[in-house]
């Protein structure tokens, strides 16, 4: 299991409470850090976790890591990175750095309350909680720019426009009234298999 922390994009912390959890079950756990968006903007978060699969996928033998059964989990903006990995885990031109021609795919995916639609979060956003158009708010940070004002960039960075019949299995956890990370979940549902042939069930 490749544990991915939260943080805004701009803070580390490489503790997580529930890899405990995956040791009492039997997993591997690796839990994996990754440049921060400042200075480092998008891509270079996702080019350092797929590099850390590969890196993992690659050392296979040497830790006892099954290759075909990698999965990944995260919270918050690890989850946001987790569910971007999973659907771009295939796409070979996000790919940089140690070990070009190994996978960085996940074969399962387990994302957790994080954002997806930078361009629809101002939209959904309750009253008086942080603005995520400013300038200065971590998805500007990341993006290098005022989000709205990069939307070619932005859209580059979604998930859900990557969506498609090859992505591995999604567990997306949020609450009833989280109408921002619910938007994921849509495009899984079997009224947007036209684009990406997925179906999916709430529990």
């Avoid at 756990?29 to 797929?50: D, G, H, N, T």
């Avoid at 996000?94 to 074969?107: E, L, M």
Wanted: proline share 6%; with cysteine; hydrophobic share 40%.
């Amino acid at each position: 299991m490749i544990l991915i922390h939260g943080g805004a994009f701009m803070m580390s912390s490489e503790e997580d409470e529930d890899t405990p959890l995956f040791l009492k079950e039997g997993y591997v756990v690796a839990s994996l850090e990754y440049r921060l968006s400042q200075p480092a903007l998008f891509l270079a978060q996702i080019e350092a976790c797929k590099a850390v699969i590969r890196w993992l996928r690659a050392h296979a033998g040497e830790y006892g890591l099954d290759p075909k059964h990698f999965g990944a989990m995260g919270h918050s903006a690890g989850r946001y990175l987790v569910a971007l990995l999973g659907v771009i885990g295939g796409v070979k031109r996000f790919d940089a750095g140690v070990y070009p021609v190994v996978s960085s795919r996940a074969q399962a995916v387990a994302d957790c309350f994080g954002p997806t639609e930078f361009l629809q979060m101002d939209a959904h956003r309750p009253p008086g909680e942080q603005i995520h158009d400013a300038a200065d708010s971590p998805e500007s940070r990341r993006i290098g720019g005022p989000i709205q004002e990069n939307a070619a960039r932005v859209s580059r960075a979604n998930p859900i426009t990557c969506v498609t019949r090859s992505s591995p299995p999604f567990f997306i956890a949020h609450g009833f009234q989280d109408a921002e990370a619910d938007r994921l979940t849509l495009a899984f549902f079997p009224g947007d298999s036209s684009r990406s042939g997925r179906k999916a069930r709430g529990i």
